[in-house]
C-alpha cells in the first residue's frame, strides 16, 4: 500500500504550473500573476490636486486667515481630465478639481471650502503651505518599480493598481480546466427518474462545484457508464479542452475495471492502494498528449475526502499558487471511536471554539460511515494518524479547515 | 454629518434578499438555498452491498473461518444498477458490486478477499455477522427529512447531498447581478494611452474584481464622462439587467454634480458625507424600477474601502447570506499615527502573527495618504474610532481581515 504522502506527491509530480499567458484584465481576475509587473510611468503622472479648490503659490497666501483674507485672480478653471499648460503668475490662482495636474508654479491647493467659491477673483481664507493638498509626481508608483511580482493573486486590490499603472494585459497562469467525469453503469442524473438499483450520480455535481469553489474552469460530463467503448470515447472527446482530467469510480475489485483497462492504452496511469479511509484505490498519471489525470473512488464520500487530499493541492499548484493546502487547526474530539490501524483516517467533523478558547472537534455522523448527510453538516476534516487505532474523548487532532 | 454606521444601516435596507428561484443543481454552486430542502426518498433506498463481495444469509456462514471455509453456490451476478428481485435461497450467494442492493434474504456481505473468487460455486473463508458490510435502507437520509435548511450556502458537499437525493432542481435566492458605472471625464480604459491629466480606470477594474470575490455576477461598464446625457443613458440601458448599481465618482464638490443631479430625477438618492476617512460623500437609494444604487467616491482607494464598509454587505444581504461582515481580529499597530477627529478612519494595514501570540498591524503607507501601492500589499483595514485622534504604537485596533 501507498502512503498518503507518497500518493500525494505522486499528483503533485503530474501536474504543474500552467504555462504562463497573457491576458486581458478582467481574464487575469483570481489568477496568479507570472510575471514581475513594472510600472512604466509614474503614479500620479504630475502633481496633482489631492481635492476640489483653487490652485495657488503657497506663497501667495501665506498670511491668509480668516480675519485677513487673501484676494487672488482666478484665471482658470481645471477639470478633472484636462490640464492647464500655462505657468500660474504670483497673485493669482485656477479653480482646480481633485486629481487634476497643478499649473507650473502651483504648489499648493486651498480647499474650496475656505473660500468664498468666486469665479473671477477668489477670497482664501486660510494659509497654505507647499506641498499642502498636493499629490506629488509618483509619490504612489515610480516608473519602472516592481509593484506586484509573480506568484500575487490578482484580487480586487491587486486590478486597481495594475490599472492605475496602464496594464491592459498582464501574464499569469490561466485557470485550470478541468474535465469531471463520473464512471458507473448505476449513475442516472439528478431529476431523473430512478429504476430500482440505480442511484443518482453525485459526484459529478460536487466535484465540480468543489472545483469552481478554487476557482477553476470545470467541465462536467454526464455519467458515461462502466464500459470500455463509452468511457474511452469520452476521454478522447473530452481530452481536447482539459488541463486535468477527473474521473470518479470504474474502480471496482470485481468484474469491473473499466477505468484501468481504458486508461492502460492510453496513457501511463498507476493504481495503487492508499493507507487510508475513506477511499483506498487511486489513481495518477497521464493520457493522450500528456494530460495529467487522477483517478478518484465512486464512493461520493470518499471521492470528496481524496478531493480535498489530494486533488485540491494539485489544481491549486496548476493554478500557480505556492500555498496550495487547507489552513489546519489542532482540535480535541467530543468522543471517542475506533480507527483502523495502518490507515490515516480523516473523519468528517463539525469544528467549534475559537483561536482564544481552542477548538472542539465532533464527528459528524460515526466515523466508520459514509453518510452524505454527515458529510453536508461537516466543516472539517479531522486526520488521525495511521497508528492510532484508539481515539478518545480529548484526543488533540490536527483538522484541515473547509469552510473558512 | 452621517455616522458610518448610519450609511450602512440605510445600504442594508436599500437592498434585500434576492426574490427565490428554482434553478438547476449546477447553478445553485455559492448560492443560499430559499427552501428548506425535503427528502422525497430514502437514501439508500435498499439495503446495499458496502463493498464489492457475496451476499450471503449471515446463518449460512456462521462458522465460516480460514480453517473451515462455507461453500456457496453462486445464483448470479449483481452489478451496480441492476437488481435481483428473486429471494436468496438458504445455502447460495450472488456476487455483489459495492453499492448494489442486496437480494431478499441476504443481510451480510463477504468481502471478495475472503473468498476464493469463484463463480459458480464460491468458498467463504470467514463469518459475517447480521448486516456486515450493508449500508441498511435510509441510512444516510430519510424520505420526508429535511436534509438542508434555507439559508444553509450550497457548496460541494450539500450538492452531493442534493445531487444524492435525487434533486435536479433547487430553490435558492440567485445570483445578484452587479453593474459598475465608473464616472469622470478624466478616465481612459487601462492599456489605452493616457493624455496629460487623463488616469486609468481603476476602479471599474478592481470593484468588478471585488464583486466577482464576493461570488456575484457582475457587469462593467467602461468609465462615463462626467456629463448629465451619457450618464442618463448609461443608467437607463443598464437597469435591464441590474439588480444592484454601483457608481463611483461624479461626486465632486466642485462645478460638476453630475451623478446627483442625473440622479435625482431617476429615482430617489440621498448624498450625505458620511463621518468617515478615506471616501466622505456617498449615496444610496434606488433608480428606474425601485433598483438600488450605491454611489461611491472616485478615488479608488476611498472606493476599495466604502466597498468593503457598505458593498459587499448589502451584496452579501442580497444573496442570502445571514452573516455579512469580514472577520474581524484585534491587532495591535506597531507604529503611530494622528487620526482625524469625529471620523471613523480606515487604514490599510498588513497583519502578522497568529491567534495564539497575537496580531500585530503595520500601516501600509502612510495613513493619511490614498496609495494604491500600498492598498496592494495589505490585507485588512484597521478601524480607529471616531473619538480617537492619536493612535500610539501598541494600541489595540479591530481590524477586518480582507485576505482569508
Known amino acids: 500500500m501507498r502512503s498518503v ?26 489568477c496568479v500573476l507570472a510575471e514581475d509587473v513594472l510600472a512604466t510611468r509614474d503614479l500620479p503622472l504630475a502633481d496633482v490636486a489631492a481635492l476640489d479648490g483653487y490652485a495657488v503659490r503657497a506663497a501667495d497666501v501665506a498670511t491668509a486667515g480668516p480675519a485677513a483674507p ?3 485672480r482666478v484665471l482658470d478653471e481645471i477639470r478633472a481630465g484636462s ?17 487634476a495636474p497643478l499649473p507650473l508654479e502651483a504648489d499648493a491647493v486651498v480647499p474650496v471650502e475656505q473660500t468664498d467659491r468666486g469665479t473671477a477673483k ?14 506629488p509626481r509618483a509619490q504612489d508608483v515610480r516608473d519602472g518599480e516592481v509593484v506586484l511580482r509573480a506568484g500575487e493573486r490578482v484580487g480586487a486590490r491587486q486590478v486597481a493598481l495594475l490599472a492605475a499603472v496602464g496594464r491592459g494585459r498582464v501574464t499569469v497562469h490561466p485557470r485550470p480546466r478541468v474535465v469531471v467525469v463520473s464512471v458507473g453503469d448505476e449513475l442516472v442524473e439528478p431529476g431523473a427518474t430512478a429504476r430500482p438499483g440505480q442511484v443518482y450520480d453525485a459526484n459529478g455535481h460536487a466535484l465540480a462545484a468543489a472545483l469552481q469553489d478554487v476557482g477553476v474552469a470545470t467541465y462536467r460530463v454526464a ?3 462502466d464500459q470500455r467503448g463509452p468511457l ?9 479542452r482539459a488541463d486535468l482530467v477527473v474521473t470518479t469510480g470504474g474502480l471496482s475489485h470485481g468484474s469491473n475495471d473499466t477505468v484501468k483497462e481504458v486508461l492502460g492504452p492510453l496513457g501511463t496511469v498507476r493504481f495503487d492502494n492508499v493507507a487510508m479511509w475513506p477511499g483506498r484505490q487511486l489513481g495518477v498519471g497521464h493520457v493522450g498528449d500528456g494530460t495529467p489525470i487522477l483517478a478518484l473512488p465512486g464512493d461520493p464520500v470518499a471521492a470528496q475526502v481524496a478531493f480535498e487530499v489530494f486533488v ?26 475506533y480507527s483502523p490501524a495502518g490507515r490515516r483516517e480523516f473523519v468528517r467533523v463539525t469544528l467549534a471554539g475559537s483561536p482564544q478558547e481552542g477548538y472542539r472537534a465532533t464527528p459528524a455522523g460515526a466515523p466508520g460511515t459514509l453518510l452524505l448527510s454527515a458529510l453536508a453538516r461537516s466543516n472539517a476534516l479531522a486526520v ?12 488533540a487532532l490536527s483538522c484541515l479547515v473547509l469552510d473558512a
Open 384 to 395: 488521525v494518524p495511521e497508528d492510532l487505532t484508539e481515539v478518545r474523548e480529548g484526543t
Open 83 to 99: 490640464v492647464d499648460p500655462t505657468r500660474l503668475p504670483a497673485g493669482s490662482c485656477v479653480r482646480i478639481a481633485s486629481g
Open 312 to 337: 485540491r493541492p494539485a489544481v491549486r499548484a496548476m493554478a500557480g499558487y505556492a500555498d496550495l493546502y487547507r489552513p489546519t487547526v489542532r482540535a480535541t474530539v467530543t468522543t471517542g471511536w
Open 122 to 135: 477668489v477670497e482664501i481664507r486660510t494659509a497654505a503651505a507647499h506641498g499642502e493638498n498636493v499629490r
Open 232 to 240: 474511452r470515447e469520452t476521454l478522447e472527446d473530452q481530452l481536447v
Open 70 to 72: 487673501v484676494a487672488l
Open 5 to 30: 504522502q507518497e500518493h500525494l506527491a505522486a499528483c503533485l509530480a503530474a501536474v504543474g504550473p500552467q504555462p504562463p499567458l497573457e491576458v486581458v484584465l478582467a481574464d487575469a481576475v483570481g
Open 223 to 225: 455519467a458515461v457508464p
